[in-house]
């Protein structure tokens, strides 16, 4: 079981980025799937959740309509499109798949920065 996570970098203020979250070893059709981040310093925060139905269930306000989850159950690959980038933006996104079991990937790290 395996989540890959990739699509982070350095951006500027206002810019855009698309994380994907590419997963093996099992189907995301039967798991919440989720998108997590972690900034210096502070503890880990839900960003966004899509349901196994693919139903979007939680947007964090902080992000709530600059960035939108989706995902691809064809790929197994669960994406976060981020818009209107801000500096407070800036941190490690994980990608999380949660029914009985939790899986997490890597991390990728994200830099809002000019």
């Known amino acids: 079981v395996q989540l890959v996570e990739s699509g982070g970098g350095l951006v500027q203020p206002g810019g855009s980025l698309r994380l994907s979250c590419a997963a093996s070893g099992f189907t995301i059709s039967g798991y919440a799937m989720s998108w997590y981040r972690q900034g210096l310093g502070k503890g880990r925060e839900l960003v966004a959740t899509?349901?196994?139905?693919?139903?979007?269930?939680y947007y964090a306000d902080s992000v709530n309509g600059r960035f939108a989850i989706s995902r691809d159950t064809a790929k197994n690959t669960v994406y976060l499109q981020m818009n209107s980038l801000k500096a407070e933006d800036t941190a490690v996104y994980y990608c999380n798949a949660e029914s009985a079991l939790s899986y997490w990937g890597q991390g990728t790290q994200v830099t809002v920065s000019s």
């Open positions: 899509i349901n196994r139905r693919g139903g979007v269930t």
